[in-house]
């Protein structure tokens, strides 16, 4: 019989180097799946984890995939840290797209420095509004915030859809369920010229230092963390478990707003029917590869961007499946999972009741 | 006389630090309903979980029906036939009485003959359920049916029954003790857990004492008063320590005013019109068995729960509607019991765990910045002022001894230079030096002016260093006695509960309080 007991210490320095355990052995898995599936294991990894990045382009492409996955994880951290889980990101996500891509929609045809702001500012409202229905619902009434934000973000989808094939669709559109492109001022400039790297990118980089500073120098990150480790150490310390509860939310959904904001002011330039890739449940996965930690939310979101680049890649290149892509970071979170459960115990061998003593 | 049911000899159980049973004999006899007294800590639930099987002895013979058995686990208990009610009950709200008992059989899976054999056995011993309800809708009464029925329908020989009342109203006690006296006339022998002393009086023929993890007489509550089982229960080994001769009876700075509050707990006790006031300089002490509402009144008191705004003044400012941080402004400080998750965070560092309760009164935080730099030297200046062993400030708490944890929490608070003070069992589970350290720092805050209110369940300390002490049962407060004028008996009688029995001493005058101020 095999059972797992707690370790008694467990080492900080293994904490971090799980992530890192985890990209090898899914690589290592991949390349066994690869294999049995009949493709040459090494032109297949190539395909997935190198050749997409070996041109200035394909790193552009990286950052454009990964702005959106670091955005959201970084808000979703502050909430996991906190013991809030918000799951529903890719429903904040479609509202702050839909609220800013209205905005920038009304000022059709105009110009303006104040256009992209306001849409922003709208883009992150959308998302916290959404947000906000679980942040009410759990405060006042302690519902499950993980069952309403993720089924929110199935009515949050479907009122993309009623919007899109009804009064937002294009009036020169041919009847295809899409908006207007913005003009011009309502778009992200690019950083890069000749790639599809946005401003976003960068204003995703100064976010990602302000949540570091905000958590790691201010009392607002201190309750964070005591309000996720000690409950009650945290009402001993007079910490407000309802006002975190929205906090977290509104802060995790705005970001996720503002980054359904950037994929529709950005790489895709319109509204349409489908925004995102699942960016807000891949978030998820980044998060916790980051360790809950915003510079390591950067690190994990660079490494889940090339899962996506790579299965585009070896679709295209070796002609594998598009079901790829949603392998890889199945495999990525559990052997994440898997590691953390083995830091934290060790594997016994033998019948509790005779090895277990006393 | 037959062979006694059950018999252990010698028995003895050591955990690192303490002796939780010291050659404890104890024998049990059929058809007895045999009680086990003592305070929280004495060792009772240490020896019943030997009895069951839960824990193994480290020395000592347990004899069942004449012969030496092993009991190896709770499985092997019951097969012997040794049943046991816990005070906490494990039931599936969700699921009918029905499904709850089939979990808890080993096989049995014949859903018609059970709910059959549910139905006889609980009316047979006035016990009265109907299956097919869902435990949801039951009362904590009814609940406790449900864990008597399934012992019983394993014929048991030997119920064990630890706190049965504690939960229950005064009509289902009735009832619960008409239920044990015909199953001790049908032969079952019955080992009753309690501190509440007219119960045993009431309900046993028989008696066992502990008191520190030894067994300190073998007697017959027929004969005994509730007074001397009382103070056996409680010992007799203290002197009133001395105090500093005159304290200052200033006004009072900490007041309580008919203080009601709900329990939010199933098992928690709600808080009844309680009372009190604590003086400048004084060491007020509140003593009471566990679970008589000492958690809800520390919460209440320390603004982890809001009540009416009269209800709690610190310093002749309203208190009760505000939380920890205000209430901290106003200069409370406190110390819960629990060190770990609740006074302290294990995984984070000290100046951390400074940081959590300091963070205002000693600026270790301003416009919402930490200020790493003051929470470290504020963490290094309580490890060196309180003596604490530690690497320093930057160590984890869980990298602490108990004793050097509740000497860095105590040193945290009276660092903040609070005018009332809270502590809650600032003493438990903390060895001796560290024990009198925190004692003297109490004393020496005290002297200061300091109103210091001490709850606890250890009467020794109490006794060591109150000034006046009140007890508290089933949510209610005594009046306050002036120690040094109390009697153990006094105390013990108030803490089973026993205000108004005929053999319980009248109250100690408490006109000599008002004479001191």
């Given at each position: 019989m095999v059972r797992l007991e707690p370790r008694a210490e467990i080492s900080p320095a293994m904490r971090w180097l799980t992530p890192v355990f985890a990209v090898i052995l899914t690589v290592a898995a991949g390349a066994i799946l690869f294999a049995a599936m009949g493709y040459d294991p090494v032109r297949s990894l190539r395909a997935f984890f190198i050749a997409p990045v070996s041109s200035a382009y394909g790193l552009a492409e990286l950052g454009v995939k990964a702005t959106p996955l670091i955005l959201i994880a970084v808000g979703l951290a502050v909430g996991f840290r906190a013991g809030v889980w918000n799951i529903g990101a890719e429903g904040q996500l479609t509202l702050g797209a839909l609220a800013g891509g209205y905005v920038g929609l009304l000022f059709w045809g105009q110009e303006g420095w104040y256009i992209l702001p306001s849409m922003m500012v709208a883009g992150i409202l959308g998302g916290m509004a959404w947000a906000a229905i679980p942040a009410f619902l759990k405060a006042k009434f302690d519902v499950n915030e993980i069952l309403v934000?993720?089924?929110?973000?199935?009515?949050?989808?479907?009122?993309?859809?009623?919007?899109?094939?009804?009064?937002?669709?294009?009036?020169?559109?041919f009847g295809f369920p899409e908006s207007r492109m913005f003009s011009p001022a309502a778009q992200l400039p690019n950083i890069l010229a000749g790639t599809r790297l946005h401003l976003g990118a960068v204003i995703t980089g100064v976010i990602v230092l302000v949540v570091w500073l905000l958590m790691s120098r201010t009392l607002f990150g201190f309750q964070v963390t005591v309000i996720g480790q000690a409950p009650a150490a945290a009402r001993f310390a007079g910490f407000s478990r309802s006002r975190m509860i929205w906090t977290s939310l509104l802060m995790g959904g705005g970001l996720a707003g503002l980054a359904g904001l950037f994929e529709v002011a950005g790489p895709i330039g319109q509204i349409v029917p489908v925004i995102s890739p699942g960016y807000g449940f891949t978030a998820i996965i980044v998060a916790f590869l980051g360790r809950l930690h915003p510079l390591g939310c950067v690190l994990a979101g660079l490494l889940v961007a090339l899962s996506y680049l790579g299965g585009e890649n070896a679709q295209i290149t070796v002609g594998m499946p598009q079901a790829v892509t949603g392998v890889f970071q199945g495999m990525l979170l559990f052997f994440l999972l898997a590691s953390d459960v083995l830091v934290r115990y060790r594997l016994r061998l033998g019948n509790p009741a005779v090895a277990g003593g006393r | 006389m037959a062979t006694p049911r059950l018999t252990l000899t010698g028995i003895r159980k050591a955990y690192p630090g303490v002796l939780a049973n010291d050659d404890v004999d104890l024998t049990v006899h059929e058809g007895e309903i045999h009680a086990l007294l003592g305070e929280n800590g004495a060792g009772k639930s240490t020896l019943v979980k030997i009895i069951y099987g839960v824990l193994a002895p480290d020395a000592g013979e347990i004899r069942w029906n004449g012969r030496p058995v092993t009991i190896a686990s709770p499985n092997a208990a019951r097969q012997l036939g040794i049943g046991m009610v816990f005070q906490h009950f494990s039931l599936f709200e969700a699921l009918s009485v029905l499904e709850n008992v089939a979990l808890g059989m080993d096989g049995e899976k014949n859903w018609k003959a059970l709910a059959r054999r549910i139905t006889e056995v609980s009316h047979a011993y006035g016990l009265p359920l109907d299956p097919e309800r869902e435990v949801h809708e039951l009362s904590v009464g009814e609940r406790q049916r449900i864990e008597i029925v399934r012992c019983l329908l394993q014929n048991p020989e030997l119920l064990i029954m630890d706190e049965p009342t504690s939960v229950l109203t005064p009509q289902e006690v009735d009832r619960l003790f008409l239920t044990l006296r015909q199953l001790a006339a049908e032969g079952v022998s019955i080992l009753y857990i309690s501190h509440k002393l007219h119960e045993i009086k009431a309900l046993c023929?028989?008696?066992?004492?502990?008191?520190?993890?030894?067994?300190?007489?073998?007697?017959?509550?027929?004969?005994?008063?509730?007074?001397?089982?009382?103070?056996?229960?409680?010992?007799?080994?203290?002197?009133?320590?001395?105090?500093?001769?005159?304290?200052?009876?200033?006004?009072?700075?900490?007041?309580?005013?008919?203080?009601?509050?709900?329990?939010?707990?199933?098992?928690?006790?709600?808080?009844?019109?309680?009372?009190?006031?604590?003086?400048?300089?004084?060491?007020?002490?509140?003593?009471?068995?566990?679970?008589?509402?000492?958690?809800?009144?520390?919460?209440?008191?320390?603004?982890?729960?809001?009540?009416?705004?009269?209800?709690?003044?610190?310093?002749?400012?309203?208190?009760?509607?505000?939380?920890?941080?205000?209430?901290?402004?106003?200069?409370?400080?406190?110390i819960p019991e629990e060190?770990?998750?609740?006074?302290?965070?294990?995984?984070?560092?000290?100046?951390?765990?400074?940081?959590?309760?300091?963070?205002?009164?000693?600026?270790l935080a301003t416009n919402g910045i930490i200020r790493y730099a003051r929470a470290t030297s504020f963490a290094a200046e309580v490890i060196e002022r309180f003596s604490v062993k530690a690497t320093g400030a930057e160590a984890r708490a869980s990298s602490l001894s108990g004793g050097n944890l509740q000497k860095f929490v105590v040193g945290r608070e009276i660092l903040q230079a609070p005018n009332v003070l809270i502590a809650a069992q600032p003493t438990w589970g903390v060895d001796a030096g560290a024990a009198a350290a925190i004692h003297q720092a109490l004393l020496d805050l005290a002297a200061h002016g300091v109103a210091v209110l001490v709850v606890s369940q250890d009467l020794d300390e109490l006794l060591a260093?109150?000034?006046?002490?009140?007890?508290?049962?089933?949510?209610?407060?005594?009046?306050?006695?002036?120690?040094?004028?109390?009697?153990?008996?006094?105390?013990?009688?108030?803490?089973?509960?026993?205000?108004?029995?005929?053999?319980?001493?009248?109250?100690?005058e408490t006109e000599s309080v008002a004479a001191h101020g």
């Open positions: 934000s993720l089924m929110l973000t199935y009515v949050g989808l479907l009122l993309l859809s009623a919007l899109i094939y009804g009064p937002l669709k294009s009036p020169e559109g | 023929d028989a008696a066992t004492i502990m008191r520190g993890g030894k067994v300190v007489a073998h007697c017959d509550p027929a004969v005994e008063t509730a007074r001397s089982m009382a103070t056996l229960m409680v010992g007799s080994n203290f002197a009133p320590a001395e105090k500093p001769a005159k304290r200052l009876k200033r006004a009072p700075r900490f007041q309580v005013n008919g203080l009601d509050l709900k329990t939010t707990d199933a098992f928690g006790t709600s808080l009844q019109d309680v009372t009190f006031e604590v003086r400048a300089g004084e060491v007020f002490g509140i003593a009471g068995v566990a679970g008589n509402g000492q958690s809800e009144l520390l919460a209440a008191l320390s603004g982890e729960r809001r009540v009416e705004a009269e209800a709690i003044i610190i310093d002749g400012n309203r208190a009760g509607r505000l939380g920890p941080r205000d209430r901290r402004a106003l200069g409370l400080a406190y060190r770990n998750g609740h006074a302290a965070i294990p995984d984070l560092t000290l100046s951390e765990n400074g940081l959590l309760s300091a963070f205002d009164r000693r600026a260093l109150t000034d006046r002490l009140a007890v508290i049962n089933g949510g209610r407060l005594s009046r306050p006695l002036v120690t040094a004028e109390a009697t153990l008996e006094e105390i013990g009688l108030l803490m089973g509960g026993l205000h108004d029995l005929p053999d319980a001493v009248p109250a100690v």
